[in-house]
């Protein structure tokens, strides 16, 4: 009888945690952080307020940032990324909309590092994009820690580098993504 | 001989003083807002208030500057870099003032308790409507802690 109760037991706890592990996860402290590197200078900013929005059953996956938001070592450049690229008064957010490809091998209820592929729509400075790209899904504690590193051109969303800074700032730009999501409860 | 080496000398000082300038203005970093007096100081309802009743007005007049803002301690979390974020807010709404604290001031944070009064000072970085369902909120970037 009481081996029963506890197998009751057991079989409830691992009934409820994948029932937890099937919702949808979010963080509204993620980051993105972008990289540009030239014989110049290397160019670095980030930021640490992203909202992201996972459904672990369909596999959607969202991203909002306020472009606003990114932090430079040199407050020269925020100045000149705010109002002469990124135009952030104009073109405030930055998003993602998108899904990830193989979802359905992903196990959210066990621990352990998953490759993914995620399509979806990229939004920088008003021009949206198709965007493909890799990463992984960490689950740790039956929470998901997602990660990914991917390039962008600057021209594909028509931000222009004036001439005089051409020597000083990539035409690609690295953007590395980095979150650790909460049950949405 | 003796006004050529005079203009010389101005020259080279004029030259030394421009790159001076230059190079100041070049590596200047984002000041310490413990150090900066605020534009405005509000309540995190307040503040919230301001942008859900008309977001573009509220950006108009918070955009970019110096905040000071008092409330609950809603939610801090720390991240894996070490930073920490601070929710500010009424404890039964999902919206929030979202304060990212400034590296330099991660020893203050530590100290910090959820559900206890707090006031932060940072620069705001705009709006966060509430599109996915998760609260809206306003941000905070480079915060300090005024008030534990």
């Known amino acids: ?185 | 001989m003796k006004f050529k080496k005079a203009f010389l000398f101005f020259l080279l000082g004029s030259m030394a003083i421009i790159a001076w300038v230059g190079y100041r203005a070049y590596t200047r970093t984002n000041p310490d807002l413990g150090k900066v007096k605020a534009d405005f100081t509000v309540s995190a309802e307040g503040l919230i208030a301001a942008f859900e009743k008309n977001d573009s007005s509220a950006n108009k007049q918070f955009m970019g500057k110096t905040i000071e803002v008092s409330g609950i301690l809603k939610k801090m979390s720390k991240d894996d870099a070490g930073d920490y974020s601070l929710a500010i807010g009424d404890s039964s709404s999902m919206a929030a003032v979202r304060c990212s604290v400034d590296s330099n001031h991660r020893a203050d944070a530590a100290l910090l308790r959820e559900n206890t009064s707090v006031t932060v000072r940072g620069s705001c970085t705009g709006f966060n409507k509430d599109e996915l369902g998760l609260g809206s909120e306003v941000i905070l970037n480079r915060c300090v802690i005024i008030k534990k």
């Open chain 1, 1 to 185: 009888m009481r081996k029963l109760i506890l197998l009751f037991i057991s079989f409830s706890i691992m009934a409820a945690a994948g029932l937890q592990a099937q919702g949808k996860f979010y963080t509204k402290t993620g980051r993105i952080s972008f990289y540009s590197s030239t014989a110049m200078e290397n160019i670095e900013a980030i930021n640490k307020s992203v909202v992201t929005l996972l459904d672990s059953k369909t596999g959607d996956l969202q991203f909002v940032v306020l472009v606003k938001g990114f932090e430079f070592r040199k407050a020269l450049m925020q100045e000149h990324f705010n109002k002469e690229y990124a135009e952030t008064d104009i073109y405030p957010r930055a998003e993602f909309k998108g899904s990830i490809s193989n979802n359905a091998s992903i196990n959210y209820a066990v621990n352990g590092k998953n490759n993914v592929t995620v399509k979806g729509k990229l939004t920088i400075h008003g021009v949206t994009k198709d965007v493909e790209t890799t990463g992984t899904i960490e689950v740790k504690d039956g929470k998901p820690v997602i990660h990914s590193v991917f390039n962008i051109l600057l021209a594909d969303y028509k931000i222009t580098i004036p001439r005089l800074y051409r020597d000083n700032i990539s035409s690609t730009i690295r953007i590395t993504v980095d979150g650790s999501l909460e049950p949405l409860k």
